[in-house]
């Protein structure tokens, strides 16, 4: 995430990010970055294997093949951008 240190008519702004966002002067700038996170290759091979499994069962799954911890919501929203439904 990158912080655009600019004021409101392209002015320098200065101090730190919560001074600038209780000024109204931080503007966050999201850049997708277009590729997949290496857990949701894990997570598609999991498909394959455990087609059955709930969406805490792929997170539980997850958690033992890579020992990343991930919340099911996540599993859900990647599941939902690769059309598993």
Same mark, same amino acid.
């Given at each position: 995430m ?5 004021g ?6 200065s101090?730190?990010?919560?001074q600038q ?5 931080l *503007?966050?700038l999201v850049?997708? $970055? !277009?590729?997949?996170?290496?857990? %949701? =290759? ?6 394959e294997? *455990?087609?059955?499994?709930?969406? $805490? !069962?792929?997170?539980r799954?997850? %958690? =033992?093949a ?12 990647d599941?939902?951008r690769?059309?598993?439904?």
């Open positions: 990158s912080f655009l240190r600019s409101r008519h392209g002015e320098a702004v101090g730190t990010a919560p966002h209780r000024n109204n002067t *503007h966050v850049k997708p $970055t !277009g590729r997949m996170a290496a857990y %949701e =290759e894990q997570l598609l091979k999991q498909l294997t *455990h087609p059955n499994a709930t969406l $805490t !069962g792929h997170f799954i997850l %958690e =033992e890579t020992g990343l911890t991930i919340w099911f919501e996540t599993v859900d929203r599941f939902t690769h059309g598993v439904t």
